[in-house]
């Protein structure tokens, strides 16, 4: 018995010291969201050449967590409550179980813009939808990416965390400090080799695409310049995506990029001309252009009777072809 109890002794010990030691997940909101992003730069460049299907995947997932968790540390450091989707019914005890509704991501940017009066641009704003469009696409739709998209993405978003991070976090940290510096410094190398790999493509797109900058638009999905107007099949040259109708291109275009209207077009007749179209040419003036034959808008007018439709400037009066009938009679 003295000897079954002696070798028993050591193992409940032990156990007991196991217990002891073990340590809790010690993951603050900073700390998660910084761990985040390596993990993100981590899945784009572990690998040599294009990361795989997998990797990519949650390269999307963890920046996107990223965002998330650091634009609501900045905004807990504001006020606890405006974390919640509802900050009038917030309740501390809810806040400090975790147990309750938060706010969407874009909620987060306009609050932080609103209330903590920073300055989160509209293109950054922009970047952060489309990396979250990618991430909803990826995990409810099983969608595929392009490699290109993802890391034109990921080289706007992580540009502005590390801005982010700098000014909007890190002046605030304590214990944290060295931890996130010893990180950012980190992401600072992996941020280098992506943007070279986005310049280096984009500079190779420049000289092909420097004659048709007339009809090059933004691709919606990458945020490149590269979309060129009447090709065939329709596409980005930068990040490969197509679309099957210049329809389904336009009104992307239109909502990612506030294109305004959609009229049908009189050349091809594809319901794809873009009223607040921008161009290569001139990115800062609105320019009315079809997104299936590359026809110039510019000068025609509005049908006088349906305002539904574009006339042509010479044409008179000035009414489309299914409101003729009703200009004659009332002439």
Known sequence: MADRQSTEKPDAEQKKLVVRRRRDMD??????????LLSAFDHLSQREGAPGARDLKYAVLHLQAAVEVLLKARLIREHWSLVFSDPGKAKRVDYEKGSFSSCTVLGAVDRLNNIANLQITKE???AITNLADTRNALTHLGHTA???AVEAQAALVLDFLLNFIHRELRPALSKEGPFVETTMDQLRTR???????VSQRSARLEEEL??????????????????????????CRFCMKEWDTPNELAVWYKEVNSGGEIFPCDSCNH????????????????TPICFG??????TWRRCEICNDSLVHPEQSPQVCSDCEPAADEAY
């Open 27 to 36: 993951f603050t909101p900073v700390r998660n969201g910084m761990d985040f």
């Open 124 to 126: 950054q704003r922009q």
């Open 146 to 148: 392009s490699v290109y």
């Open 191 to 197: 941020l280098l080799h992506i943007k070279a790999l």
């Open 210 to 235: 420097k004659y048709l900058v007339d009809r090059t638009v933004e691709c919606p999905e990458c945020g490149q310049w590269a979309i060129v107007l009447g090709d065939e099949p329709l596409s």
């Open 271 to 286: 319901y794809a001309v873009v009223m607040r179209a921008e161009v290569a040419k001139n990115r800062n003036a609105s």
């Open 293 to 298: 034959c590359a026809a110039d808008y510019s």
